[in-house]
């Protein structure tokens, strides 16, 4: 297989939460689908680069069966020793052209994953992607493909113009982008106020700045090209799928529009679900879409049914507020004293009494606020009291290599500093407190307090870092 751009340029892997089988399942269960258990699902990922997202997944699911298929042969290497690194044995790769697996000869799998492909390549790989993707979706499966939208594309692609008119007359893929960036970090300087232009050019300006390797795969590739919505409804339909929704919490609340707004837009679509989300990404100013599809053959609910998530497990993210309405602050209040752990609805009912139905719209306003995740099998996370925490294996390499770091529940987070970056890599299973902390004074290195270790690894369970100990 001839070389590609990422065997030249390494594209930062990362774990993406949106993908998690979990988050994937909970949406799905929530629009009226049936999903198979994540912790002993089949998952492929298309696109997986280096592996990150794929090898995240399979070490909190190490019963589950992870593929990842790439075009890119280095890439695939790395991803096959960061699981042998890690403990991640149920995670595979191969290298492969999409092209060649519209016939399903990998099997079926219950989760695809295709995250930062589809609005990056050729029109015949995007057909050929959502025609993999449902050949090898099994029954009950979803499949979640991420692409880059209108309307927020069209300004995006005023400075890929821009960028492409910059570099003009470099040859080079690398300078060419170190070019673009190094515009892009003036541009961003030189912003001359902070009125609505302002303030969108420089939202645009910081997220184009920051990576050359960025730019070289994404804004100033050849096959860039940002899509409507009812575009890629239509071509998934082509290919015998249906949307299901987005795989973002805060994107599936029916009233993140002013009151009347929602009511307007149903009325303005006639009832048709696709012109209503292509509508609502115009009011929105969509940029970006982690967009979930099942088998056309499947019935979806037009919108979550809340008396389903009785079904699923809740998890604290962020404390109550002062305006946060009494049910929303009593279902926080009843997740904070359970926390970390992920707690069932009918535990949390019976901890706070009064409507059920009441209690399920307090925690779909507060997942909406980012305030609660939804579970459905939530991966198993370590014990904070536990005589010798352990950080997943997979969490200390990230952290001992950069600046940022995945969780179990495949969320990234950044590393703020050398201490932080110590810690994480100290609590490896064969530490007690006394040991860890011993280790974090050594050298006249900042140490922390007994009791802010106790509290930081609460935290740490809190978020996804803390697992639970392996034999072997």
Same mark, same amino acid.
């Given at each position: 297989?001839?070389?590609?751009?990422?065997?030249?340029? =390494?594209?930062?892997?990362?774990?993406?939460?949106?993908?998690? =089988?979990?988050?994937?399942?909970?949406?799905?269960?929530? @629009?009226?689908?049936?999903?198979?258990?994540?912790?002993?699902?089949?998952?492929?990922?298309?696109?997986?680069?280096?592996?990150? $997202?794929?090898?995240?997944?399979?070490?909190?699911?190490?019963?589950?069966?992870?593929?990842?298929?790439?075009? &890119?042969?280095?890439?695939?290497?790395?991803?096959?020793?960061?699981?042998?690194?890690?403990?991640?044995?149920?995670?595979?790769?191969?290298?492969?052209?999409?092209?060649?697996?519209?016939?399903?000869?990998?099997?079926?799998? *219950?989760?695809?994953?295709?995250?930062?492909?589809?609005? +990056?390549?050729?029109?015949?790989?995007?057909?050929?992607?959502?025609?993999?993707?449902?050949?090898?979706?099994?029954?009950?499966?979803?499949?979640?493909?991420?692409?880059?939208?209108?309307?927020?594309? @069209?300004?995006?692609?005023?400075l890929r113009d821009l960028a492409l008119w910059w570099v003009r007359d470099v040859a080079d893929e690398g300078e060419r982008a170190e070019r673009a960036r190094a515009l892009f970090?003036?541009?961003?300087?030189?912003?001359?106020? %902070?009125?609505?232009?302002?303030?969108?050019?420089? /939202?645009?300006?910081?997220?184009?700045?920051?990576?050359?390797?960025?730019?070289?795969?994404?804004?100033?590739?050849?096959? +860039?090209?940002?899509? +409507?919505?009812?575009?890629?409804?239509?071509?998934?339909?082509?290919?015998?799928?249906?949307?299901?929704a987005e795989s973002r919490f805060e994107r599936l609340r029916d009233g993140h529009w002013p009151d009347g707004v929602e009511a307007r837009l149903d009325a303005l679509a006639g009832?048709?679900?696709?012109?209503?989300?292509?509508?609502?990404?115009?009011?929105?100013?969509?940029?970006?879409?982690?967009?979930?599809?099942? @088998?056309?053959?499947?019935?979806?609910? %037009?919108? =979550?049914?809340?008396?389903?998530?009785?079904?699923?497990?809740? /998890?604290?993210?962020?404390?109550?507020?002062?305006?946060?309405?009494?049910?929303?602050?009593?279902?926080?209040?009843?997740?904070?004293?359970?926390?970390?752990?992920?707690?069932?609805?009918?535990?949390?009912?019976?901890?706070?009494?009064?409507?059920?139905?009441?209690?399920? /719209?307090?925690?779909?306003?507060?997942?909406?606020?980012?305030?609660?995740?939804?579970?459905?099998?939530?991966?198993?996370?370590?014990?904070?009291?536990?005589?010798?925490?352990?950080?997943?294996?997979?969490?200390?390499?990230?952290?001992? /290599?950069?600046?940022?770091?995945?969780?179990?529940? $495949?969320?990234?987070?950044?590393?703020?500093?050398?201490?932080?970056?110590?810690?994480?890599?100290?609590? *490896?299973?064969?530490?007690?407190?006394?040991?860890?902390?011993?280790?974090?004074?050594?050298?006249?290195? =900042?140490?922390?307090?007994?009791?802010?270790?106790?509290?930081?690894?609460? %935290?740490?369970?809190?978020?996804?870092?803390?697992?639970? &100990?392996? %034999?072997?």
């Amino acid at each position: 297989m001839p070389p590609t751009p990422y065997d030249e340029f =390494p594209y930062e892997s990362l774990p993406y939460e949106e993908t998690h =089988p979990d988050r994937i399942a909970a949406i799905a269960v929530l @629009h009226g689908l049936e999903p198979p258990r994540p912790s002993t699902a089949r998952v492929l990922e298309l696109g997986c680069g280096s592996g990150a $997202n794929a090898v995240a997944t399979a070490y909190a699911y190490p019963h589950a069966r992870v593929v990842g298929i790439d075009l &890119a042969e280095t890439a695939i290497a790395e991803a096959s020793a960061l699981a042998a690194e890690v403990g991640a044995p149920n995670a595979t790769f191969a290298a492969a052209d999409l092209a060649e697996l519209a016939d399903g000869r990998l099997g079926e799998f *219950d989760y695809v994953v295709a995250h930062g492909v589809y609005a +990056w390549v050729p029109p015949a790989t995007r057909e050929a992607l959502l025609e993999a993707a449902r050949a090898h979706l099994s029954e009950h499966g979803v499949a979640y493909v991420s692409f880059n939208s209108q309307p927020g594309g @069209h300004f995006r692609r005023a400075l890929r113009d821009l960028a492409l008119w910059w570099v003009r007359d470099v040859a080079d893929e690398g300078e060419r982008a170190e070019r673009a960036r190094a515009l892009f970090d003036e541009l961003y300087d030189l912003r001359a106020s %902070d009125d609505p232009y302002g303030s969108l050019l420089g /939202r645009e300006l910081d997220a184009l700045r920051k990576s050359a390797t960025y730019l070289i795969h994404d804004l100033l590739s050849d096959h +860039w090209r940002p899509v +409507w919505f009812h575009e890629f409804a239509a071509a998934a339909a082509r290919h015998g799928l249906r949307y299901v929704a987005e795989s973002r919490f805060e994107r599936l609340r029916d009233g993140h529009w002013p009151d009347g707004v929602e009511a307007r837009l149903d009325a303005l679509a006639g009832g048709d679900r696709i012109a209503r989300t292509q509508l609502g990404d115009v009011l929105g100013f969509e940029r970006f879409r982690a967009t979930l599809v099942c @088998h056309a053959r499947r019935d979806v609910a %037009d919108r =979550p049914d809340l008396t389903r998530i009785e079904r699923l497990r809740l /998890r604290i993210q962020a404390p109550p507020r002062e305006e946060d309405p009494e049910p929303v602050r009593a279902a926080l209040a009843a997740l904070l004293e359970r926390a970390p752990r992920p707690v069932p609805f009918a535990e949390l009912h019976a901890a706070t009494g009064g409507d059920a139905g009441a209690l399920a /719209r307090a925690l779909y306003d507060a997942a909406y606020r980012g305030q609660v995740a939804m579970h459905l099998d939530p991966p198993e996370i370590g014990d904070p009291r536990a005589e010798r925490p352990l950080v997943s294996a997979f969490a200390r390499r990230q952290a001992a /290599r950069g600046g940022v770091t995945g969780t179990l529940y $495949n969320r990234s987070i950044g590393v703020s500093g050398e201490t932080e970056r110590r810690l994480l890599t100290l609590l *490896d299973g064969t530490r007690d407190r006394d040991e860890v902390l011993a280790a974090l004074g050594a050298d006249g290195r =900042p140490a922390l307090t007994r009791d802010a270790l106790d509290a930081t690894l609460v %935290d740490l369970a809190g978020v996804g870092l803390l697992a639970p &100990a392996r %034999d072997g």
